[in-house]
């Protein structure tokens, strides 16, 4: 198609291009460029565009192209935000695989990728940046007005913006004012994670000679304490390299303002350093330690076998020195001048993993999680497209970087259930979706876990994947010992002390008489999950799902975990009237509180989704746990996960029936991962752990393994179970949520969505069934399933026959109201 440039007196093509915008639709969108803006037109740049009648929005440029839609006139592109493109060409590529795999809207990819800065849509509310010193002076005329605006009303939408300038789009305006740090978006305020920082003291290096050192004596002559602190100085200074102020006072016998007196003659200089909040033993060295004859056979099959199939499972139990391998493997990255991807699963429980890499590798290390503001995140993306960035440290959305010369991904602790996505779409798991990432950069990876999951051991069992080993823990330290008792023998007994067997007790007693401590698990929060009428048996349950409420005693009501919904507690039954409530279970709340009745000195903190919600309130307990202020950590299994401290001894497991007993296929394998990982935080340095693991069931084969530590035995068994009952990873699976506010017409329409999948993929269609919680929201769920077999069928065809399937289902006007939700590869 050609257009007449009047300006310039010649006649140009003009360009269409396909954009993806970040919307639940299932197409990419065709657009016209203005003749001016032809130049300024490349694949992953944004432009901003006018979808629907009003809503206007960030798109990325997918596709150029000089053909125009034939179903549509395209509308003009409105601006283009960038010099040069944000996204590239490997994250187009796997943006679309995982659209095709995880059968989803390339738009809602696009939606999880992006930071919300660098998708800016109409209602995008805007507020000004509280903690930046702003000089209106270098902002221009309308700059200024929107700043104006931001100091009078907090808050303002996009549109509020476009609506005080009169212009239709404000987006190159506000890209100017967000990289000049004056804006933030608001939806993206979160609390920036702070790493601990401690305050070292440094004389001041004009008094390093010594006739300057005999003329500072002379000074403080007249002030004795402030030189007694100066002799503790240089006294602490032959004994260590660095002095922390805390240190100083201690050993000088001073207080903190006869210090502050010499700091403001600034005879001493004060240094705020980043350090660690974890300690874990296998990482102390890591700016010159050398591999054990373990490690270095480890390092050497690692490197052979990525070679040769370019996906390796590193299988080492906890404490072994894994870390230590992944560190070589990025110094080869390094000197190949290619960039690293190390996955962690949660980055505030592993800040320890970030800091001493941060020192081994200092400024080529750039971390990424949702932790960090939205100013932040947009930081990390622009350093790692310009390669600033050789090595990232991120939780699963590190995936979305824009890397370009990857060389290396690390997946720790593979087998974590949190590098699955769950809601919204896309449902990914980061682990499948780092594999593809790599293969698209022609990348290695090394997946590393002390308990894998059934998926990556199989995969390496049939030469998928390399396999190495990795056994005995770093620096010889034992395993811990684990002992099993049973509830119900104590019960018989009547040795049970609330939800405590005697032994538990007696291990407890023990530790805290050697000033030792000790982390107890038990994988349910609230004080109490159930309340029951006893005299008609009523439950209070949640007004929007079906499901029982759990009392939590710390805010004395009844709370729903689903949806957020809480009552008062109920004193009498609402359906019979008696007075006659129990409490049915107990979750960590319960189990602090009863402690503490038995323990009356002892130091307790809980460690829950409930305890770590405020500000700061997780790192301030690691910091409390680990400077020994806390005598007892009770938590779920966030204490399962990277918490390594040296002077926990004692494990105990308070109920290990509630996750064996659960009913999911994998749950035998969560109950191994779950409580080996637990067992692994006790005893990691010179002293030997006791894990007691308490159970009515003490003969349950998992238990048994765990003790054996016995991955193998247990992968075997579990094995034979999934080939039998075709599940992961012998089979795949793809589970449909069908949703619908009336419950009568959910269970029409997911039948005959049933029967319709049915007549495509015969038996491999099981459901519908109404899952476990029946009811989230409002909304009545049906789930079906299909378990399609990993050889001689083509999943990928199944996928496009399923979508097709759903798409016309879905447009069908009797099934109006009702959502389906699609979850490939649930986990």
């Known amino acids: 198609m050609l257009e007449f440039n009047e300006t310039e007196g010649i006649v140009r093509k003009t360009i269409f291009i396909e954009v993806i915008l970040p919307l639940a639709i299932s197409k990419t969108y065709t657009y016209r460029v203005p003749l001016e803006m032809t130049a300024d037109i490349a694949i992953g740049k944004r432009v901003v565009v006018q979808f629907g009648r009003s809503r206007i929005y960030t798109a990325i440029i997918c596709l150029i192209s000089e053909t125009p839609p034939a179903l549509y006139e395209a509308k003009y592109i409105i601006d283009v935000l960038d010099a040069e493109p944000i996204v590239n060409e490997f994250q187009l590529k796997l943006w679309q695989w995982m659209s095709d795999y ?62 005080l300038l009169g212009q239709k789009t404000v987006f190159p305006l506000l890209r100017g004012l967000f990289e ?47 030189l007694e602190v100066l002799l503790a100085y240089f006294k602490l200074e032959k004994q260590q390299t660095e002095i922390a102020k805390s240190d100083l006072i201690e050993v000088s016998g001073s207080s903190a303002a006869i210090l502050k007196a010499l700091l403001d003659k600034e005879i001493f200089i004060q240094e705020d350093k980043v350090i660690s909040r974890l300690s874990f033993g296998e990482l102390e060295e890591l700016h010159d330690f050398q591999l054990n004859d373990a490690q270095v056979i480890a390092l050497q099959e690692t490197q052979e076998q990525l070679d040769e199939k370019g996906v390796v499972l590193l299988y080492g ?51 990424y999680h949702s932790k960090f503001n939205d100013n932040e995140r947009a930081e990390v993306w622009q350093k790692v497209l310009k390669g600033e960035y050789k090595m990232v440290l991120g939780a699963r959305s590190s995936i979305f970087l824009p890397f370009m010369n990857l060389g290396l991904v690390i997946v720790d602790e593979e087998h974590e259930s949190s590098y699955k996505q769950y809601d919204p779409a896309p449902r990914y ?19 590393g876990s002390a308990t894998p999951s059934l998926e990556s051991f199989y995969n390496a069992k049939i030469k998928k994947y390399g396999l190495v080993t990795l056994k005995g823990r770093f620096g010889g330290v034992k395993s811990p010992l684990i002992e099993v008792v049973s509830i119900a023998e104590e019960t018989k007994r009547k040795t049970m002390q609330s939800h405590f067997t005697s032994v538990l007790l007696n291990e407890i007693k023990a530790a805290l008489s050697r000033k030792e401590q000790v982390i107890l698990f038990q994988n349910r929060r609230g004080y109490t999950p159930v309340l029951l009428c006893t005299t008609c048996g009523y439950t209070p349950k949640c007004v929007n799902c079906d499901v029982s409420l759990t009392f939590h005693k710390s805010s004395a009501k009844l709370h729903c975990h689903y949806c957020g919904y809480k009552q008062d507690i109920v004193s009498a039954c609402p359906a019979c009237g008696s007075t006659r409530i129990e409490q049915k279970g107990f979750g960590t ?35 409390d746990f ?35 007993n659960y009913p999911d296929f994998r749950a035998f394998e969560r109950s191994y991962q779950m409580l080996a990982q637990v067992s692994g935080r006790a005893g990691r340095r010179a002293k030997q752990g006791k894990v007691i693991i308490q159970a009515y069931d003490t003969t349950h084969r998992i238990i048994s393994q765990v ?39 959910l269970v029409i329409i997911a039948s005959s ?54 798409i016309n289902f879905d447009g069908l006007p009797a099934n109006k109201g009702v959502y389906m939700h699609i979850d490939v590869d649930p986990y």
């Not at 993993?353 to 590798?361: A, C, N, P, W």
């Not at 530590?709 to 793809?734: A, C, K, V």
């Not at 789930?783 to 979508?803: A, F, H, N, P, W």
């Open 102 to 163: 995880y059968i989803c809207h390339l738009g809602e990819v696009m939606q999880a990728a992006l930071p919300s800065a660098l998708k800016l849509a109409s209602e995008t509310r805007i507020v000004l940046n509280s903690s930046e010193d702003i000089d209106k002076t270098l902002l221009s005329d309308k700059e200024f007005l929107i700043v104006d605006a931001l100091e009078l009303h907090p808050e303002l939408s996009v549109s509020d913006i476009s609506k």
């Open 180 to 226: 000049k740090n004056v804006i933030i978006i608001s939806e993206e305020i979160t609390e920036k994670f702070k790493p601990r920082k401690k305050a070292f003291i440094v004389l001041n290096p004009q008094y390093n000679e010594t006739e300057n050192r005999k003329a500072l004596f002379e000074v403080l002559e007249r002030a004795p304490k402030q």
């Open 317 to 367: 139990e906890t404490s072994s020195g894994k870390t230590q391998i992944y560190i070589r493997l990025i110094e080869q990255m390094l000197l190949q001048e290619k960039q690293t991807l190390y996955l962690l699963p949660e980055i505030a429980l592993t800040t320890q993993v970030i800091e001493r890499l941060k020192e081994h590798f200092g400024g080529q290390i750039g971390v």
């Open 429 to 447: 798991h980061a682990r499948d979706t780092a594999i593809y990432l790599a293969h698209l950069h022609k990348a290695q990876i090394v997946l």
């Open 589 to 623: 709340e319960k189990i602090e509180d009863e402690l503490q009745r038995i323990f009356e000195d002892a130091r307790i903190a809980r460690m829950d989704l409930d305890s770590t919600r405020t500000r700061n309130s997780f790192q301030v307990l690691l910091n």
């Open 626 to 660: 680990e400077e020994g202020k806390i005598d007892i950590l009770v938590g779920t299994q966030m204490v399962a996960k990277g918490l390594d401290f040296g002077n926990v001894t004692t494990i105990g497991i308070i109920s290990a029936d509630s996750m064996l």
């Open 707 to 745: 003790i054996r530590n016995d991955y193998e035995e247990m992968f075997d068994t579990e094995i034979l179970e999934r080939r039998n009952f075709h599940y992961p990873p012998l089979y795949r699976l793809i589970q449909i949520d069908v949703k619908h506010k009336d419950l009568s017409k």
């Open 753 to 806: 969505l049933a029967k319709i999948l049915r007549s495509q993929f015969g038996d491999r269609v099981l459901g519908p069934e109404a899952p476990m919680i029946s009811r989230i929201r409002n909304y009545y769920i049906q789930t079906i399933l299909l378990k399609v077999e990993r050889e001689g069928v083509s999943v990928q065809k199944i996928k496009e026959v399923l979508q097709q399937i759903l």
